[in-house]
Protein backbone atom coordinates (compact mmCIF):
# COMPACT_ATOMS: atom_id res chain seq x y z
CA UNK A 1 0.00 0.00 0.00
CA UNK A 2 1.35 3.21 -0.76
CA UNK A 3 2.07 5.32 1.99
CA UNK A 4 2.11 8.80 0.07
CA UNK A 5 0.07 9.65 3.44
CA UNK A 6 2.74 9.35 5.47
CA UNK A 7 5.91 10.96 3.64
CA UNK A 8 4.66 12.43 0.29
CA UNK A 9 7.21 13.33 -2.41
CA UNK A 10 7.52 15.41 -5.27
CA UNK A 11 9.09 12.25 -7.39
CA UNK A 12 6.05 10.39 -6.58
CA UNK A 13 3.76 8.12 -3.70
CA UNK A 14 6.80 5.62 -2.26
CA UNK A 15 6.02 2.19 -1.87
CA UNK A 16 6.60 2.41 1.75
CA UNK A 17 7.54 4.34 4.80
CA UNK A 18 11.53 3.12 3.93
CA UNK A 19 11.03 4.41 0.44
CA UNK A 20 9.63 7.73 1.69
CA UNK A 21 12.28 8.51 3.78
CA UNK A 22 14.81 7.94 1.10
CA UNK A 23 13.10 9.93 -1.84
CA UNK A 24 12.58 12.70 0.86
CA UNK A 25 16.60 12.28 1.52
CA UNK A 26 17.07 12.93 -2.61
CA UNK A 27 14.82 15.92 -2.02
CA UNK A 28 16.70 17.02 0.48
CA UNK A 29 19.85 17.23 -0.82
CA UNK A 30 18.91 17.90 -4.64
CA UNK A 31 17.20 21.18 -3.52
CA UNK A 32 19.90 22.39 -1.82
CA UNK A 33 22.60 21.14 -3.94
CA UNK A 34 25.13 24.20 -3.96
CA UNK A 35 24.97 24.60 0.01
CA UNK A 36 25.44 20.77 -0.15
CA UNK A 37 28.30 21.21 -2.20
CA UNK A 38 29.72 23.71 0.15
CA UNK A 39 29.68 21.92 2.67
CA UNK A 40 30.96 19.02 1.45
CA UNK A 41 34.44 20.77 0.40
CA UNK A 42 34.57 21.93 4.07
CA UNK A 43 34.25 18.95 5.38
CA UNK A 44 36.66 17.75 2.95
CA UNK A 45 39.50 20.06 3.64
CA UNK A 46 38.94 20.36 7.66
CA UNK A 47 39.63 16.72 7.79
CA UNK A 48 42.46 16.43 5.59
CA UNK A 49 44.59 19.98 6.59
CA UNK A 50 47.25 18.39 7.98
CA UNK A 51 47.56 15.98 4.78
CA UNK A 52 50.48 16.31 2.65
CA UNK A 53 49.12 17.06 -0.40
CA UNK A 54 47.20 20.11 0.70
CA UNK A 55 50.02 21.30 3.24
CA UNK A 56 52.20 20.74 -0.29
CA UNK A 57 50.31 23.98 -1.95
CA UNK A 58 49.90 26.01 1.24
CA UNK A 59 46.08 25.27 1.43
CA UNK A 60 46.50 27.05 5.54
CA UNK A 61 43.53 25.36 7.17
CA UNK A 62 41.07 27.22 4.51
CA UNK A 63 38.17 25.88 3.84
CA UNK A 64 36.39 27.96 1.36
CA UNK A 65 36.05 27.62 -2.22
CA UNK A 66 37.72 30.19 -3.65
CA UNK A 67 41.11 29.93 -1.70
CA UNK A 68 40.71 26.01 -2.85
CA UNK A 69 40.36 27.06 -6.22
CA UNK A 70 43.38 29.22 -6.43
CA UNK A 71 45.94 27.18 -4.67
CA UNK A 72 44.99 23.63 -5.32
CA UNK A 73 45.45 22.47 -9.20
CA UNK A 74 43.54 20.21 -11.40
CA UNK A 75 45.27 16.94 -11.66
CA UNK A 76 45.35 13.22 -13.79
CA UNK A 77 46.62 9.95 -11.92
CA UNK A 78 49.94 10.54 -12.91
CA UNK A 79 50.43 13.29 -11.10
CA UNK A 80 49.52 11.71 -8.15
CA UNK A 81 51.27 8.37 -8.88
CA UNK A 82 54.11 9.04 -6.63
CA UNK A 83 51.66 9.27 -3.71
CA UNK A 84 49.97 6.14 -4.52
CA UNK A 85 52.77 4.10 -4.93
CA UNK A 86 54.20 5.20 -1.73
CA UNK A 87 51.26 4.42 0.23
CA UNK A 88 51.18 0.99 -1.89
CA UNK A 89 54.78 0.25 -0.91
CA UNK A 90 53.65 1.08 3.04
CA UNK A 91 54.15 4.38 3.88
CA UNK A 92 51.04 5.25 6.35
CA UNK A 93 51.52 9.00 6.56
CA UNK A 94 48.95 11.03 6.33
CA UNK A 95 49.95 11.77 2.61
CA UNK A 96 46.15 12.25 0.83
CA UNK A 97 44.15 11.62 3.60
CA UNK A 98 43.98 12.01 7.24
CA UNK A 99 42.15 8.97 7.95
CA UNK A 100 43.88 5.65 7.27
CA UNK A 101 43.77 4.07 3.53
CA UNK A 102 41.66 0.59 4.11
CA UNK A 103 42.56 -0.70 0.53
CA UNK A 104 42.71 0.17 -3.32
CA UNK A 105 40.08 -0.04 -5.78
CA UNK A 106 41.57 -0.78 -9.02
CA UNK A 107 40.28 0.91 -11.93
CA UNK A 108 39.51 -0.51 -15.31
CA UNK A 109 41.83 2.18 -16.86
CA UNK A 110 45.12 1.86 -16.50
CA UNK A 111 48.39 4.02 -16.34
CA UNK A 112 51.03 2.42 -18.41
CA UNK A 113 49.41 -0.66 -18.90
CA UNK A 114 48.45 -1.61 -15.37
CA UNK A 115 45.16 -0.66 -13.90
CA UNK A 116 44.84 2.69 -11.77
CA UNK A 117 45.10 1.97 -7.87
CA UNK A 118 42.50 4.24 -6.20
CA UNK A 119 42.54 5.36 -2.55
CA UNK A 120 40.18 4.48 -0.45
CA UNK A 121 39.07 4.89 3.09
CA UNK A 122 36.84 2.73 5.48
CA UNK A 123 33.71 4.96 5.78
CA UNK A 124 33.27 4.94 1.87
CA UNK A 125 31.40 1.61 1.96
CA UNK A 126 28.92 3.60 4.14
CA UNK A 127 28.64 6.41 1.30
CA UNK A 128 28.62 3.55 -1.25
CA UNK A 129 25.65 1.43 0.93
CA UNK A 130 23.81 4.97 1.27
CA UNK A 131 23.54 5.34 -3.06
CA UNK A 132 22.76 1.67 -3.03
CA UNK A 133 19.61 2.56 -0.71
CA UNK A 134 18.41 5.21 -3.08
CA UNK A 135 18.31 2.66 -5.92
CA UNK A 136 14.80 0.78 -5.36
CA UNK A 137 12.58 3.25 -3.51
CA UNK A 138 13.03 5.08 -6.64
CA UNK A 139 12.41 2.16 -9.12
CA UNK A 140 9.71 1.07 -6.70
CA UNK A 141 7.75 4.48 -8.09
CA UNK A 142 8.01 3.23 -12.03
CA UNK A 143 7.33 -0.69 -11.54
CA UNK A 144 5.33 -1.98 -8.66
CA UNK A 145 5.15 -5.00 -6.70
CA UNK A 146 9.05 -5.75 -7.23
CA UNK A 147 8.42 -7.28 -3.55
CA UNK A 148 6.36 -9.82 -4.53
CA UNK A 149 9.41 -11.66 -6.33
CA UNK A 150 13.45 -12.25 -6.60
CA UNK A 151 15.82 -10.46 -9.12
CA UNK A 152 18.26 -12.91 -11.18
CA UNK A 153 21.53 -10.85 -11.17
CA UNK A 154 24.55 -12.28 -12.46
CA UNK A 155 27.33 -10.84 -9.61
CA UNK A 156 30.87 -11.63 -9.69
CA UNK A 157 34.16 -11.31 -7.50
CA UNK A 158 37.00 -10.91 -9.38
CA UNK A 159 41.13 -11.08 -8.72
CA UNK A 160 42.19 -9.52 -5.87
CA UNK A 161 46.06 -8.79 -4.91
CA UNK A 162 48.00 -7.35 -2.10
CA UNK A 163 50.85 -4.15 -2.81
CA UNK A 164 53.94 -4.45 -1.75
CA UNK A 165 52.64 -2.73 2.13
CA UNK A 166 50.42 -5.05 2.52
CA UNK A 167 46.59 -3.46 1.51
CA UNK A 168 44.52 -4.75 -0.54
CA UNK A 169 44.06 -3.80 -4.17
CA UNK A 170 40.81 -5.17 -5.95
CA UNK A 171 37.58 -3.66 -8.15
CA UNK A 172 35.21 -1.45 -6.20
CA UNK A 173 31.91 -4.20 -6.79
CA UNK A 174 34.53 -7.02 -5.36
CA UNK A 175 35.04 -4.77 -2.33
CA UNK A 176 31.90 -4.42 -1.83
CA UNK A 177 30.26 -7.96 -2.30
CA UNK A 178 33.53 -9.36 0.25
CA UNK A 179 32.20 -6.35 2.94
CA UNK A 180 29.63 -6.96 5.86
CA UNK A 181 27.14 -4.26 4.33
CA UNK A 182 26.33 -6.86 1.73
CA UNK A 183 27.25 -10.50 3.22
CA UNK A 184 24.96 -9.31 6.13
CA UNK A 185 22.80 -7.17 4.82
CA UNK A 186 19.17 -7.04 6.59
CA UNK A 187 16.37 -8.48 4.52
CA UNK A 188 14.65 -6.48 2.22
CA UNK A 189 11.68 -7.73 0.33
CA UNK A 190 12.83 -5.56 -2.56
CA UNK A 191 16.03 -6.84 -2.57
CA UNK A 192 15.98 -10.66 -2.66
CA UNK A 193 18.34 -12.22 -5.31
CA UNK A 194 17.72 -15.62 -6.89
CA UNK A 195 22.09 -15.88 -6.76
CA UNK A 196 23.31 -17.27 -2.95
CA UNK A 197 26.47 -15.57 -1.89
CA UNK A 198 28.12 -18.25 -1.69
CA UNK A 199 27.56 -18.38 -5.34
CA UNK A 200 28.68 -14.82 -6.06
CA UNK A 201 31.43 -15.32 -3.50
CA UNK A 202 32.77 -18.45 -5.23
CA UNK A 203 36.09 -17.04 -7.04
CA UNK A 204 35.72 -19.70 -9.65
CA UNK A 205 33.96 -17.72 -12.89
CA UNK A 206 32.64 -21.34 -13.97
CA UNK A 207 31.05 -22.56 -10.95
CA UNK A 208 29.93 -18.97 -10.08
CA UNK A 209 28.09 -18.51 -13.06
CA UNK A 210 26.94 -22.15 -13.02
CA UNK A 211 25.18 -21.95 -10.08
CA UNK A 212 23.68 -18.70 -10.28
CA UNK A 213 22.24 -19.69 -13.70
CA UNK A 214 21.02 -23.20 -11.86
CA UNK A 215 19.17 -21.04 -8.94
CA UNK A 216 18.10 -18.61 -11.64
CA UNK A 217 16.68 -21.62 -13.08
CA UNK A 218 14.60 -23.34 -10.38
CA UNK A 219 13.49 -19.92 -9.25
CA UNK A 220 12.26 -18.41 -12.77
CA UNK A 221 8.75 -17.88 -11.80
CA UNK A 222 9.89 -15.66 -8.83
CA UNK A 223 11.96 -13.95 -11.44
CA UNK A 224 10.67 -10.28 -11.71
CA UNK A 225 13.89 -8.35 -13.10
CA UNK A 226 17.14 -9.92 -14.44
CA UNK A 227 20.86 -8.21 -14.21
CA UNK A 228 24.06 -7.68 -14.49
CA UNK A 229 26.16 -4.97 -14.13
CA UNK A 230 26.71 -4.11 -17.63
CA UNK A 231 24.85 -5.62 -20.43
CA UNK A 232 27.95 -7.28 -21.56
CA UNK A 233 27.95 -9.58 -18.61
CA UNK A 234 24.25 -10.47 -19.14
CA UNK A 235 24.76 -11.57 -22.94
CA UNK A 236 27.91 -13.57 -21.58
CA UNK A 237 25.26 -15.06 -19.23
CA UNK A 238 22.82 -15.95 -21.88
CA UNK A 239 26.05 -17.35 -24.05
CA UNK A 240 26.32 -19.48 -21.34
CA UNK A 241 23.19 -21.35 -21.17
CA UNK A 242 23.26 -21.90 -25.13
CA UNK A 243 26.35 -23.89 -23.91
CA UNK A 244 25.79 -25.68 -20.90
CA UNK A 245 22.04 -26.01 -20.96
CA UNK A 246 21.98 -29.51 -21.31
CA UNK A 247 24.53 -30.11 -18.09
CA UNK A 248 21.81 -27.68 -16.29
CA UNK A 249 18.62 -30.09 -17.21
CA UNK A 250 20.61 -32.64 -16.31
CA UNK A 251 20.56 -31.40 -12.57
CA UNK A 252 17.31 -29.89 -12.30
CA UNK A 253 16.35 -33.63 -14.11
CA UNK A 254 18.02 -35.36 -11.15
CA UNK A 255 18.03 -33.09 -8.27
CA UNK A 256 22.36 -33.38 -8.51
CA UNK A 257 25.00 -31.29 -8.73
CA UNK A 258 27.47 -31.28 -11.68
CA UNK A 259 30.63 -32.87 -10.56
CA UNK A 260 32.52 -29.99 -11.70
CA UNK A 261 31.13 -27.36 -8.98
CA UNK A 262 33.81 -28.20 -6.36
CA UNK A 263 33.71 -25.27 -3.86
CA UNK A 264 32.80 -26.60 -1.11
CA UNK A 265 30.88 -23.70 0.38
CA UNK A 266 28.63 -23.52 -3.11
CA UNK A 267 28.16 -27.44 -2.75
CA UNK A 268 26.87 -27.05 1.13
CA UNK A 269 24.35 -24.56 0.35
CA UNK A 270 23.21 -26.08 -2.88
CA UNK A 271 22.05 -29.25 -1.16
CA UNK A 272 19.71 -27.50 0.17
CA UNK A 273 18.32 -26.14 -3.19
CA UNK A 274 19.01 -29.25 -5.74
CA UNK A 275 15.67 -31.70 -6.10
CA UNK A 276 14.27 -33.55 -9.08
CA UNK A 277 12.08 -31.33 -11.25
CA UNK A 278 11.62 -33.36 -14.52
CA UNK A 279 8.63 -30.92 -15.63
CA UNK A 280 11.35 -27.63 -15.52
CA UNK A 281 13.82 -29.69 -17.21
CA UNK A 282 11.50 -30.99 -20.00
CA UNK A 283 10.64 -27.13 -20.07
CA UNK A 284 14.19 -26.13 -20.56
CA UNK A 285 15.33 -28.92 -22.88
CA UNK A 286 12.45 -27.54 -25.23
CA UNK A 287 13.17 -24.13 -25.06
CA UNK A 288 17.31 -24.45 -25.30
CA UNK A 289 17.44 -26.58 -27.77
CA UNK A 290 15.42 -24.41 -30.00
CA UNK A 291 17.64 -23.08 -32.85
CA UNK A 292 15.49 -19.52 -32.73
CA UNK A 293 16.91 -17.64 -29.42
CA UNK A 294 14.83 -14.65 -30.18
CA UNK A 295 12.87 -13.51 -26.65
CA UNK A 296 14.42 -16.29 -24.62
CA UNK A 297 14.77 -14.17 -21.98
CA UNK A 298 10.78 -13.89 -21.08
CA UNK A 299 10.55 -17.33 -22.47
CA UNK A 300 12.38 -19.02 -19.33
CA UNK A 301 11.70 -16.01 -16.77
CA UNK A 302 7.73 -14.98 -18.30
CA UNK A 303 7.55 -12.64 -15.00
CA UNK A 304 10.62 -10.44 -15.91
CA UNK A 305 9.52 -6.38 -15.37
CA UNK A 306 12.64 -5.32 -16.89
CA UNK A 307 16.39 -5.52 -17.58
CA UNK A 308 18.55 -3.59 -14.72
CA UNK A 309 22.17 -3.25 -16.74
CA UNK A 310 24.42 -0.58 -17.95
CA UNK A 311 23.55 0.17 -21.37
CA UNK A 312 24.81 3.53 -21.64
CA UNK A 313 28.53 4.88 -23.15
CA UNK A 314 30.47 1.46 -25.04
CA UNK A 315 27.54 -0.53 -23.40
CA UNK A 316 25.03 1.28 -25.77
CA UNK A 317 26.10 -1.17 -28.71
CA UNK A 318 24.82 -3.93 -26.61
CA UNK A 319 21.54 -2.88 -26.92
CA UNK A 320 20.37 -4.00 -30.32
CA UNK A 321 21.31 -7.56 -28.83
CA UNK A 322 19.35 -7.65 -25.97
CA UNK A 323 15.99 -6.38 -27.68
CA UNK A 324 16.99 -9.64 -29.39
CA UNK A 325 16.72 -11.98 -26.58
CA UNK A 326 14.80 -9.66 -24.03
CA UNK A 327 11.89 -9.75 -26.66
CA UNK A 328 12.20 -5.90 -26.38
CA UNK A 329 12.06 -5.78 -22.49
CA UNK A 330 12.89 -2.72 -20.74
CA UNK A 331 16.17 -1.70 -19.60
CA UNK A 332 17.10 0.13 -16.34
CA UNK A 333 20.27 2.22 -15.82
CA UNK A 334 19.92 3.24 -12.34
CA UNK A 335 23.37 4.75 -11.32
CA UNK A 336 26.42 6.12 -12.40
CA UNK A 337 29.25 5.17 -10.07
CA UNK A 338 33.37 4.57 -10.47
CA UNK A 339 36.24 3.17 -8.60
CA UNK A 340 37.24 6.93 -7.57
CA UNK A 341 33.65 7.97 -6.77
CA UNK A 342 29.96 6.72 -6.64
CA UNK A 343 28.34 10.04 -8.32
CA UNK A 344 24.39 9.81 -8.44
CA UNK A 345 21.46 7.35 -9.72
CA UNK A 346 18.62 7.94 -12.71
CA UNK A 347 15.62 9.34 -11.50
CA UNK A 348 13.72 7.95 -14.20
CA UNK A 349 14.91 4.58 -14.69
CA UNK A 350 12.51 3.26 -17.16
CA UNK A 351 13.10 5.28 -19.59
CA UNK A 352 14.45 4.19 -23.35
CA UNK A 353 18.60 3.80 -23.14
CA UNK A 354 19.38 7.22 -25.34
CA UNK A 355 17.33 9.33 -22.66
CA UNK A 356 18.95 7.79 -19.58
CA UNK A 357 20.64 10.90 -17.61
CA UNK A 358 21.79 10.72 -13.94
CA UNK A 359 21.36 13.32 -11.15
CA UNK A 360 24.59 13.63 -9.36
CA UNK A 361 23.83 13.06 -5.77
CA UNK A 362 25.39 16.55 -4.50
CA UNK A 363 26.37 14.49 -0.14
CA UNK A 364 28.76 12.24 -2.41
CA UNK A 365 31.92 14.29 -3.09
CA UNK A 366 32.58 17.48 -4.46
CA UNK A 367 32.11 18.34 -8.09
CA UNK A 368 33.81 20.93 -10.26
CA UNK A 369 32.90 20.63 -14.12
CA UNK A 370 35.79 21.10 -16.96
CA UNK A 371 33.97 22.81 -20.10
CA UNK A 372 34.90 20.25 -22.95
CA UNK A 373 33.99 21.38 -26.99
CA UNK A 374 32.87 18.32 -28.31
CA UNK A 375 34.70 18.93 -31.91
CA UNK A 376 38.22 19.96 -30.66
CA UNK A 377 40.18 18.61 -27.48
CA UNK A 378 40.18 22.47 -26.42
CA UNK A 379 39.68 23.19 -23.02
CA UNK A 380 38.46 26.81 -21.65
CA UNK A 381 41.96 28.06 -19.25
CA UNK A 382 42.43 31.46 -17.73
CA UNK A 383 45.29 33.93 -17.89
CA UNK A 384 47.55 31.97 -15.40
CA UNK A 385 46.94 28.69 -17.85
CA UNK A 386 45.19 26.61 -15.17
CA UNK A 387 41.91 25.90 -16.32
CA UNK A 388 38.65 27.29 -14.96
CA UNK A 389 36.22 24.61 -13.35
CA UNK A 390 32.58 25.59 -13.40
CA UNK A 391 31.02 24.75 -9.83
CA UNK A 392 28.25 21.51 -9.53
CA UNK A 393 24.74 24.28 -9.64
CA UNK A 394 26.16 26.29 -12.28
CA UNK A 395 26.58 24.16 -14.98
CA UNK A 396 24.79 24.87 -18.22
CA UNK A 397 21.84 22.97 -20.14
CA UNK A 398 22.87 21.95 -23.10
CA UNK A 399 27.27 21.91 -22.62
CA UNK A 400 29.30 19.15 -22.73
CA UNK A 401 31.65 18.68 -19.55
CA UNK A 402 34.55 16.86 -18.42
CA UNK A 403 33.93 15.58 -14.73
CA UNK A 404 36.67 16.45 -11.94
CA UNK A 405 36.10 15.20 -7.88
CA UNK A 406 37.50 15.82 -4.77
CA UNK A 407 36.83 13.20 -2.49
CA UNK A 408 36.88 12.41 1.22
CA UNK A 409 39.43 9.39 0.75
CA UNK A 410 41.79 11.99 -0.48
CA UNK A 411 41.67 12.96 -4.34
CA UNK A 412 41.62 16.40 -4.94
CA UNK A 413 40.39 17.77 -8.53
CA UNK A 414 41.10 14.98 -9.88
CA UNK A 415 40.16 14.63 -13.73
CA UNK A 416 37.83 11.28 -13.93
CA UNK A 417 38.05 11.41 -17.89
CA UNK A 418 34.10 11.08 -18.49
CA UNK A 419 33.07 13.37 -20.89
CA UNK A 420 29.10 14.24 -19.62
CA UNK A 421 26.70 16.17 -21.65
CA UNK A 422 24.04 18.42 -18.79
CA UNK A 423 20.72 17.94 -19.82
CA UNK A 424 18.24 19.32 -17.02
CA UNK A 425 18.03 19.85 -13.55
CA UNK A 426 16.52 17.89 -10.63
CA UNK A 427 15.57 20.77 -8.27
CA UNK A 428 18.89 22.43 -7.95
CA UNK A 429 20.81 19.15 -8.97
CA UNK A 430 22.32 18.99 -13.03
CA UNK A 431 21.39 15.65 -14.51
CA UNK A 432 23.83 14.82 -16.93
CA UNK A 433 23.95 12.20 -20.20
CA UNK A 434 27.02 10.11 -20.07
CA UNK A 435 29.00 11.02 -23.64
CA UNK A 436 31.60 8.56 -23.63
CA UNK A 437 35.28 7.94 -21.82
CA UNK A 438 37.84 10.36 -22.59
CA UNK A 439 40.60 9.42 -25.45
CA UNK A 440 38.66 5.77 -25.45
CA UNK A 441 38.82 3.87 -28.66
CA UNK A 442 37.92 -0.01 -28.14
CA UNK A 443 35.93 -1.65 -25.52
CA UNK A 444 34.12 -4.80 -25.32
CA UNK A 445 33.60 -5.17 -21.63
CA UNK A 446 35.42 -3.12 -18.79
CA UNK A 447 38.57 -2.71 -21.37
CA UNK A 448 39.31 0.67 -22.58
CA UNK A 449 42.28 0.65 -25.20
CA UNK A 450 43.38 4.29 -26.18
CA UNK A 451 45.08 5.10 -29.60
CA UNK A 452 48.51 5.31 -28.57
CA UNK A 453 47.58 1.83 -26.79
CA UNK A 454 46.54 0.45 -30.20
CA UNK A 455 49.36 2.05 -31.85
CA UNK A 456 52.13 0.33 -29.80
CA UNK A 457 50.21 -2.86 -30.20
CA UNK A 458 50.08 -2.83 -33.92
CA UNK A 459 53.62 -1.83 -33.88
CA UNK A 460 55.07 -4.76 -31.60
CA UNK A 461 53.21 -7.24 -33.72
CA UNK A 462 54.75 -5.87 -36.86
CA UNK A 463 57.73 -6.22 -35.99
CA UNK A 464 57.09 -10.37 -36.89
CA UNK A 465 56.83 -9.11 -40.57
CA UNK A 466 60.15 -7.67 -40.60
CA UNK A 467 61.83 -10.98 -41.90
CA UNK A 468 59.43 -11.31 -44.62
CA UNK A 469 60.06 -7.83 -45.74
CA UNK A 470 56.35 -7.05 -45.19
CA UNK A 471 55.13 -4.00 -43.28
CA UNK A 472 52.05 -2.74 -42.12
CA UNK A 473 51.02 0.54 -43.95
CA UNK A 474 47.51 1.08 -42.46
CA UNK A 475 45.23 0.00 -40.02
CA UNK A 476 41.64 0.83 -38.33
CA UNK A 477 39.87 -1.46 -36.03
CA UNK A 478 36.39 -1.92 -34.58
CA UNK A 479 34.94 -3.61 -31.46
CA UNK A 480 32.75 -6.33 -32.98
CA UNK A 481 29.83 -7.31 -30.42
CA UNK A 482 28.18 -9.67 -32.83
CA UNK A 483 30.04 -12.48 -31.22
CA UNK A 484 29.44 -13.40 -28.04
CA UNK A 485 31.85 -12.32 -25.96
CA UNK A 486 32.61 -9.79 -28.43
CA UNK A 487 36.27 -9.07 -29.51
CA UNK A 488 38.57 -6.65 -31.39
CA UNK A 489 39.03 -6.76 -35.15
CA UNK A 490 41.85 -5.30 -36.47
CA UNK A 491 42.08 -4.54 -40.53
CA UNK A 492 45.38 -4.23 -41.59
CA UNK A 493 46.73 -3.29 -45.29
CA UNK A 494 50.24 -4.76 -45.95
CA UNK A 495 52.91 -4.00 -48.39
CA UNK A 496 55.27 -7.28 -49.05
CA UNK A 497 58.47 -5.80 -50.75
CA UNK A 498 59.78 -9.77 -51.78
CA UNK A 499 57.33 -11.86 -52.92
CA UNK A 500 59.65 -14.61 -52.99
CA UNK A 501 60.02 -15.06 -49.34
CA UNK A 502 56.02 -15.20 -48.59
CA UNK A 503 54.07 -14.30 -45.01
CA UNK A 504 52.90 -17.69 -43.70
CA UNK A 505 49.22 -17.67 -42.41
CA UNK A 506 50.78 -19.01 -38.81
CA UNK A 507 52.73 -15.59 -38.64
CA UNK A 508 49.59 -13.10 -39.06
CA UNK A 509 47.87 -15.55 -36.18
CA UNK A 510 51.15 -14.70 -33.85
CA UNK A 511 50.47 -11.39 -34.62
CA UNK A 512 47.29 -11.46 -33.59
CA UNK A 513 48.03 -12.79 -29.89
CA UNK A 514 51.43 -9.98 -29.73
CA UNK A 515 48.78 -7.52 -30.07
CA UNK A 516 46.64 -8.77 -27.39
CA UNK A 517 50.19 -9.17 -25.44
CA UNK A 518 50.95 -5.56 -26.01
CA UNK A 519 47.65 -4.08 -24.81
CA UNK A 520 46.64 -2.97 -21.54
CA UNK A 521 46.40 -5.30 -18.09
CA UNK A 522 42.68 -4.56 -18.36
CA UNK A 523 42.06 -6.48 -21.34
CA UNK A 524 44.36 -9.34 -20.63
CA UNK A 525 42.42 -9.96 -17.37
CA UNK A 526 38.74 -9.97 -19.63
CA UNK A 527 40.68 -12.31 -22.17
CA UNK A 528 42.14 -14.77 -19.61
CA UNK A 529 40.45 -14.34 -16.11
CA UNK A 530 36.93 -13.47 -16.89
CA UNK A 531 36.17 -14.60 -20.71
CA UNK A 532 34.52 -11.88 -21.45
CA UNK A 533 36.51 -10.79 -24.90
CA UNK A 534 36.86 -12.93 -27.86
CA UNK A 535 40.08 -13.70 -29.63
CA UNK A 536 41.37 -10.46 -31.12
CA UNK A 537 40.83 -10.60 -35.18
CA UNK A 538 43.47 -9.37 -37.49
CA UNK A 539 41.49 -9.17 -41.23
CA UNK A 540 44.48 -8.10 -43.64
CA UNK A 541 42.58 -6.09 -46.74
CA UNK A 542 43.88 -5.31 -50.49
CA UNK A 543 46.61 -3.21 -51.03
CA UNK A 544 45.00 0.41 -52.24
CA UNK A 545 41.55 -0.11 -49.75
CA UNK A 546 42.80 3.07 -47.44
CA UNK A 547 43.16 4.94 -50.50
CA UNK A 548 39.45 4.04 -51.51
CA UNK A 549 38.27 4.76 -47.54
CA UNK A 550 39.60 8.50 -48.56
CA UNK A 551 37.77 8.62 -51.75
CA UNK A 552 34.66 7.80 -49.95
CA UNK A 553 35.68 10.10 -47.33
CA UNK A 554 36.19 13.21 -49.96
CA UNK A 555 33.00 12.06 -51.35
CA UNK A 556 31.26 12.78 -48.41
CA UNK A 557 32.84 16.20 -48.02
CA UNK A 558 36.22 15.41 -45.93
CA UNK A 559 38.65 17.77 -46.65
CA UNK A 560 41.96 16.25 -48.36
CA UNK A 561 44.32 18.33 -46.73
CA UNK A 562 42.81 17.28 -43.24
CA UNK A 563 42.06 13.71 -43.40
CA UNK A 564 43.27 11.09 -41.22
CA UNK A 565 42.80 7.72 -41.30
CA UNK A 566 40.21 6.52 -38.48
CA UNK A 567 41.98 4.07 -35.96
CA UNK A 568 38.24 3.04 -35.05
CA UNK A 569 35.30 2.85 -37.33
CA UNK A 570 31.90 2.08 -36.77
CA UNK A 571 30.11 3.59 -39.82
CA UNK A 572 28.27 0.50 -41.75
CA UNK A 573 28.75 1.68 -45.42
CA UNK A 574 32.89 2.18 -43.98
CA UNK A 575 32.78 -1.22 -42.64
CA UNK A 576 30.81 -2.86 -45.26
CA UNK A 577 33.83 -1.26 -47.81
CA UNK A 578 36.38 -2.81 -45.55
CA UNK A 579 35.03 -6.23 -45.27
CA UNK A 580 34.91 -6.42 -49.31
CA UNK A 581 38.41 -5.89 -49.32
CA UNK A 582 39.45 -8.60 -46.86
CA UNK A 583 42.03 -11.36 -48.87
CA UNK A 584 42.42 -12.96 -45.35
CA UNK A 585 40.92 -13.09 -41.68
CA UNK A 586 43.50 -14.37 -39.05
CA UNK A 587 42.37 -14.81 -34.78
CA UNK A 588 44.60 -15.25 -32.03
CA UNK A 589 45.37 -19.10 -31.22
CA UNK A 590 46.28 -18.48 -27.50
CA UNK A 591 45.80 -16.87 -24.43
CA UNK A 592 47.86 -13.47 -23.82
CA UNK A 593 49.75 -13.69 -20.15
CA UNK A 594 48.37 -12.25 -18.00
CA UNK A 595 48.18 -12.61 -14.03
CA UNK A 596 46.88 -10.13 -10.66
CA UNK A 597 50.24 -9.73 -9.56
CA UNK A 598 50.79 -5.90 -10.57
CA UNK A 599 54.17 -5.44 -13.11
CA UNK A 600 56.91 -3.92 -11.01
Known sequence: MAVDSILSSPLGPPACEKDAKALQFIEEMTRNADTVQERVLAEILSRNAETEWLKRFKLGGATDRETFKSKIPVITYEDIQPEIQRIANGDRSAILSAYPISEFLTSSGTSGGERKLMPTIKEELDRRQLLYSLLMPVMNLYVPGLNKGKGLYFLFVKSETKTPGGLLARPVLTSYYKSEHFKTRPYDPYMVYTSPNEAILCPDSFQSMYTQMLCGLIERNQVLRLGAVFASGLLRAIRFLQLHWPELAHDVQTGTLNSKITNLALIDHMKNVMKPDPDLASFMTQECSNENWEGILIRIWPNTKYLDVIVTGAMAQ??????????????????????????????????????????????????????HASTTNSVHFTRDSSPRLVDLADVEVGKEYELVITTYAGLYRYRVGDILRVTGFHNSAPQFHFVRRKNVLLSIDSDKTDESELQRAVENASKLLAKFNTSVVEYTSYADTKTIPGHYVIYWELLTKDSSNSLSYDVLNECCLEMEESLNSVYRQCRVADHSIGPLEIRVVKGGTFEELMDYAISRGASINQYKVPRCVNFTPIMELLDSRVVSVHFSQDLPHWTPERRR
Open 318 to 371: YIPTLNYYSGGLPMACTMYASSECYFGLNLNPMCTPSEVSYTIMPNMAYFEFLP
